[in-house]
Nanobody, 116 residues
Framework: QVQLVESGGGLAQPGGSLRLSCAASRSVLSINAMGWHRQAPGNERELVAE???????KYADSVTGRFTISRDNAKNAVYLQMNSLKPEDTAVYYC??????????WGQGTQVTVSS
C-alpha cells in the first residue's frame, strides 16, 4: 500500500494562514484523485478539498474562497493552502489518495488549531 506523510499543521490565529503538505512514499502509476479531509471532536470526517487527475477541484462550502488545493505530480504530492483561518477550521486534517481506480490510502493526520 502507498504510505502518505503529512506535514504543516500547527497553531494559527484567526485570519492567519497555514500550508499543509502530503507526499506519497513512492511513485504511483495511476492517481485518480488526491484530497484533504478533516475531523473535529464529535464530528464526522468531512471532505475539505479534492483534486482529480484532470485538474478539476472540489471544495466544501465552508472553505470555498479561503482554501486552495494543488498538486505536484513529479513529487507525488498534494498541498492545501489555508488562508483566512477561522476557529471552526480546528480539526485533524487527513490527506487521501485514490489510485488504480479502486485503491485508497490515508495519511496519519495533522492537527490544525485556530485560536487567539
Amino acid at each position: 500500500q502507498v504510505q502518505l506523510v503529512e506535514s504543516g499543521g500547527g497553531l494559527a490565529q484567526p485570519g492567519g494562514s497555514l500550508r499543509l503538505s502530503c507526499a506519497a512514499s513512492r511513485s504511483v502509476l495511476s492517481i485518480n484523485a488526491m484530497g484533504w479531509h478533516r475531523q473535529a471532536p464529535g464530528n464526522e470526517r468531512e471532505l475539505v478539498a479534492e483534486i482529480i487527475s484532470g485538474g478539476r477541484t472540489k471544495y466544501a462550502d465552508s472553505v470555498t474562497g479561503r482554501f486552495t488545493i494543488s498538486r505536484d505530480n513529479a513529487k507525488n504530492a498534494v498541498y492545501l493552502q489555508m488562508n483566512s483561518l477561522k476557529p471552526e477550521d480546528t480539526a485533524v486534517y487527513y490527506c487521501k489518495i485514490r489510485y488504480n481506480t479502486y485503491d485508497t490510502s490515508w495519511g496519519q493526520g495533522t492537527q490544525v488549531t485556530v485560536s487567539s
